[in-house]
């Protein structure tokens, strides 16, 4: 008798279309992926076992670099009049054009003198540039201008400040950097920190064990 | 896609020669799929973790009034001045000449001791960073403050004094 023959069907599916996929896939999360923003100054900053997020709004940010140097940035919807602001306060007049440049520079990290020919640098030459940084001596403490102007020019707004340092910056310089905020009545900072496991067996592990929803 | 169409017949072969057997020219993409997933997975992992974390620190309004600083307890005060070349100097009470050389390692042994031996209440931690010291240092001892639950502490200056015998110790010791 004849019977029908059953092809066989190949178990073998193409995965020629799913490697397509994966790696679309990939090329899109690696192009989508905010890249960091360069950041002309390179800071190491210690580990902490802080499981706080370091905030992204309304900051205002002092990065303190390995070699003492004080830069400031500040979120940009903080800008706002900061510039009036100093001016108002050094008696310095700024031009609408360094306005609108400080309005797009990520940092500023040159002393009140050189800040017009510094909003005009590009992001490759500041690349380059070796900066002075902020000065933040007692005779003439910027670091405390800027503050105080950011600190005008924003207020009512709950701003977090932000302080950066790197592993082999000087305390006295990070002290400075406190002083001139508690001028401004400000004492409350979020040090910016390498997120670092709880050692266990010490008294925060037990803690945290103890009662888990607390250490939020 | 990844296989090419063979041509199958064509010119004939003479009787003596064997016919080859035509390969296939599939390549099994399941290792690459594989790795195409692991490396997705990868990259999206890392990305949400890179972002920085911040340990808040409050400060304390400075004040001239000696009626308003806070009033501490010598027996339960310790304090760590914090040297050059990650070293902590560290003495009981208010006396600096009892004063002792530790590391950052084993600082955490110090402070459980003293804490275990001391009133919750009358434990006070000072904390005396002097010029040399770095800002790693800093958040390090302040960090160690969290680990230890150690909820009364205090940021200050060393004195003349005490930063003259850290200096002595250090010039002993070698220390650059």
Known sequence: ???????????????????????????????????KPSEAIEVVTPASVSNKHAPQKDYFNVTISKDNKVFIDMDDAMKGDVLDELGKERNIQFSDADKKAFQLATFVGVPLNQLSSFLKLTPEQLGKMTLPGIPYDSTNNQVLAWITAAVQANQGKVANFL?????????????????????????????????????????????????????? | MAEMEVKQGGHKKGPGVKKSKKQSTRVDLTPMVDLGFLLITFFIFTTTMAQPTSMNLN?????????????????????????????????YGSDPATMQTTG?????NIILEKKKKTPAEDFFVII???????????VNILDEMNINDVSRYAMVDPTADEYNKIQLTEQAAGVK
């Open chain 2, 59 to 91: 400060m304390p309004k400075d004040t001239d009034k000696p009626d308003e600083n806070t009033k501490v307890k010598e027996s339960g005060s310790l304090t760590l001045m914090l040297g050059k070349g990650n070293v902590i100097y560290y003495y």
């Open chain 2, 128 to 138: 005396k960073p002097d010029k040399d010291a770095t800002y790693k240092n800093a």
């Open chain 2, 104 to 108: 950052y390692k084993d600082v955490r």
């Open chain 1, 163 to 216: 302080i950066k340092g790197d592993n082999a910056s000087k305390y006295t310089t990070f002290k400075s950097v406190i002083d001139a905020f508690k001028k401004n009545e400000i004492f409350k900072y979020n040090l910016v920190t390498n997120a670092e496991d709880v050692p266990q067996g010490s008294e925060l592990y037990k803690k945290n064990m103890m009662s888990p929803a607390k250490s939020e």
């Open chain 1, 1 to 35: 008798m004849a019977r029908a023959k059953i092809k066989r069907g190949s178990t073998n599916v193409d995965m020629t279309a799913m490697c397509d996929v994966a790696f679309l896939l990939l090329t899109f999360f690696i192009l989508a992926a905010k890249f």
